[in-house]
């Protein structure tokens, strides 16, 4: 029994040795060891690196040919990630594409979402200056249309029938002496305070009375968007009654990314387009950007001017902003090949013979499905445009080995 057990041991220890051989890679050459040799490098194991071609002892998987670090093109370097090179069978089986960045005339458009509003130039509110009870609405619901002097509600109030009684007793006072004349001027001025017209006391027949009732009226025409007033109910000074909102004229409030400000501005004219009416644009401007950015979305309000013949356009619709830009000449590749991180702004750039370069850039203006690049990109380089998302974690495992 002790013989078998010595037996096992020794295989245990035997199959540990030849694991261990399996996953420990071969020591290096002074030459790769100082990076001036050829490296190369398992795609799963990047542990398994050495200055020939072969296979992982791991995977079996056949070692990819590494491009050493070279920062001497004088672009703005990123730790983080490490120029690559990719055989040509990954890259066929990759689906690795490339595009070449051409120079051209970039027409400049600033997107931006907003939401169709009323416009508060055009929009008032009715209320009472006096206290008493609604006695009759001759508007009773929200989204009617009013003229500029329709009714809408009829108040009793004892406190302008009181006005009302003093100011008719001062025009009995028929004689022209200054003390009655200063009377009907207080009498008729306390009514105009209350917001009550005069004229038709003067007219009173004989043996009629005034009545303390008043008729609000639309102070302009438009659609009511919010009705307070309700039958029977007692209203203070300064109730809001009724909101009348001129809808021929509206307000599309748009938020615009803090990267487009300095190139929106007031009077700049827009296109917007309405999920609503597809293919229907309608034109109008800017005419507000708000003071303060929204610390949340990083986005300034902006507001949008825009003609609303018909009515067509309604509050809360949604609406999509293009703000033309002058038009300007510069380098321009796919949008699919600029890699935005929050940290940095970086492309891929094709060196030849599988060779890949990670590239800082700066980006401009969008267009379509081109993207402006103010530096880091010249015209004639290609940069990847396909499968850019395994190149770029190519790069960064890349660049973590040579990190270590």
Known sequence: MATVRWLIIAALAGAAVYAFTLVTPAPLSPVVQNGSAEVWQCPMHPKIIQDHP???????????KVEQRDHSAGHEALPELATITLSEDRLQKSGVRTQTAVSGMLDETVHAVGVVTAAESRTVR?????SGWVEELHVRETGASVSKGDPLVRIYSPEVLAAQQEFVTALAGRGGDSLTLRLQSAAEERLRTLGVDAAPLRTLGEGERPTGMVTLRAPQGGFITQKEAIQGVYISPGTALFEVADLSTVWLLVDVRESDL??????????????????????GKVSYLYPTLDPGTRTLRGRIELPNPGRRLRPGMFGTAELSVQSSRGVMVPADAVVQTGRNTYAFVARGEGVFEPRAVEAGARTGEMIQIRSGIAEGEAVVTGAIFLVDSESRLRATVERR
Not at 54 to 64: E, I, N, Q, R, S
Not at 272 to 281: D, E, L
């Open 54 to 64: 072969g296979t992982c002892p791991v995977c079996h998987m056949d070692l990819v």
């Open 126 to 130: 009715v209320h009472a200056r006096f």
């Open 262 to 283: 300095a190139r929106v501005r007031v009077d700049q004219k827009a296109q917007v387009g309405f999920p609503a009416f597809p293919g229907v644009t309608v034109d």
